[in-house]
Structure formats: structure tokens, C-alpha cells
């Protein structure tokens, strides 16, 4: 027997035939197109924040614009457009 702390990414504790591994991991998409676009459409890419604390509230704000769009496109009737 192997403890999960010698490596998570391939010992995890849930396992990898189940289908609660399945539902988990179609959550790890959503999270990288968030991620992604933060990267590109935010700047994040290539920035010159120093500092943890900077950095989070950067990405704070960041991620409310994106909630804010979402609700404009809603109100505007473009419900099909909100993730765009």
C-alpha cells in the first residue's frame, strides 16, 4: 500500500474508473476556460503585478467583470452569448 502523500496526482483518492471521478473531472474544463481567459483577455499572461496581495485583488476584480458581463448579456436577452 502507497500513501497519498507520496504523490497525489497519481495515487488520488478517488478513483480513476468511478464515475464520481468523471463528474469531477468535466468541472476541471470549466475551470480552465476560466483560467484560460483570464490569461488572455485579462492579462494576466504577461503582467507586472509583485505581490500576493496585489495579485489576488487583480484577480478578485477580474473575475467580478467576467460575473458582471454575464449578467448584462442576460438583461440584454443574450443569454446564448453570456460566456462570450
Known sequence: ??????????????DRASYKWEREYKKRTSVERVNSRLDVSFGFEVHTIRGMEKMKLRCGLALCVMLAMAVGRIKEKQADKMRS
Open 1 to 14: 500500500r502507497i500513501p497519498l502523500k507520496e504523490d497525489r496526482r497519481i495515487f488520488t483518492p478517488i
